[in-house]
């Protein structure tokens, strides 16, 4: 079972914050980073955690969870507020922190796999994406009734992590500061947040749609009701691979796809003699140029890159949707520091800050983006 340092357990679910600090250098830089004094007074982000570490421990619903989840749900409380240092400004005599959930899922995905102190090959790939998904949203059952599409949002968190687990976080995250707004009602939202959830069928895991062309037409149409009912007249199937260089992406589809018609920019850039850390607009506009040759002959095929960007994939699946094809991710991850070996063995591989940066841009796909996600992980 993997564990999570410091995760309180009976009988006197303790916390120790200094210990937790000593064994986890990298949660002083907290320690200097200010809060809003309205919203946070008591003081600065460090502190902030261990309040809300002691609350969580408090929970009913935390100590009543198996161990196991008990420590994915520490870890996600752990690290909700990791990207704060980064993302911390003052405006107007306002000390400010947007798109620190974002940051933070980035900055805790390369300590999960990276510290040692979650084991030698890092945290195991299941456990770790569910504690992402808390960072992601951990703001999520505060705030969600002020968002214009609050039930799409709790039907995308849903695919990324456990709900009653997101809730008990934000929980342990209210209790554990000192708000100074008159009649604030955030406990009231994060208390009724699971009955909006209940509404929309997605408590505490995803919303079962009518098929998978439903809830990708849903997640691809503003207006789309989450009841869309639609027939399935898909003319072909686009397989996508997605993974970090080096994860092993061309060597699952020369076993699984053997026969499938495959464009690949690893080849693309053989032909064109491009390097990794070069250009890649050429080798990209020839890739697309041999992909709409096979769309409009309604031709299943194979795409071979890293698409480890959800903006990046995005575009193709786009393509795909367009021409009425099925969409299926591959995600291929062995142990992190296996890839980052394999690639520096390859005679063509990417530079490593080329790596790094691809890693720290990681989008786990989810189902929210296409028909069918298939993760081939260990």
Known sequence: MWTCPGCPAPPDWRVDLPALVEELPWLRPLGGCPQDPIFHAEGDVLTHLGMVLAELATLPAFRELPEAERHVVFAGTLLHDIAKPECTFEEDGRVRSPGHAVKGVSKARRLLATDPVFGSLGTPFREREQILGLVRWHGLPANYSQKPHAGRDVLRAAYTTRLDWLAIVAEADHRGRVCKVPADDTLERILLFPEFCREWECWPGPRAFANDASRFAYF???TAHPTLHLFDDARCEVTVMCGLPGSGKSTWAAANCPDLPAVSLDDIREELDVDPGDNQSAVVVAAYDRARGHLRRGESFLWNATNVSRLLRGKLIDLAADY????????????????RERNRGRAKHVPERVWDRMFDKLDMPTLAEVHRVDSVVG
């Open 220 to 222: 691809r149409t503003e």
């Open 324 to 339: 009425r094809a099925r969409v299926r991710i591959v995600y291929v991850e062995p142990p992190i520091p296996l890839i």
